[in-house]
């Protein structure tokens, strides 16, 4: 099983990839409706989405004091028996926000030319 820690410039350059790489397509239901489902050997793609490193504050009255300070990028994990090249979008995180069940948050899929 092939995990991938991935981080885009935003949503819609990491649903542009993804669906470039046939990690996601469309498929059309028994309704005749088109809908998003996961590529040949695809078992999930999570969306952790924007990464908060630090919370916004606020006073006693509910104004902002400072703004919510957010990780670089827009986050998806992806787990699949295939193997893909996600070239600069594939990273690897000091403190990962999420895990596959069964697996350890540090199992992930770590390209050839960088093994050991």
């Not at 699949?80 to 069964?102: Q, W």
């Amino acid at each position: 099983m092939n995990i991938y820690k991935l981080s885009y410039t935003d949503k819609a350059a990491a649903v542009a990839d993804l669906k470039a790489k046939n990690i996601l397509v469309e498929v059309e239901g028994i309704d005749g409706e088109k809908h998003e489902a996961y590529g040949n050997g695809v078992q999930a793609v999570v969306e952790i989405g924007l990464i908060m490193l630090e919370p916004p504050t606020f006073d006693e009255d509910g104004n902002e004091l400072t703004p919510a300070v957010y990780a670089e990028g827009y986050h998806y994990d992806v787990m699949s028996t295939e193997t893909y090249d996600f070239g600069a979008n594939l990273v690897e995180p000091k403190n990962p926000k999420h895990a596959f069940a069964g697996y350890p948050v540090t199992d992930e899929y770590v390209p050839e030319e960088f093994a050991e």
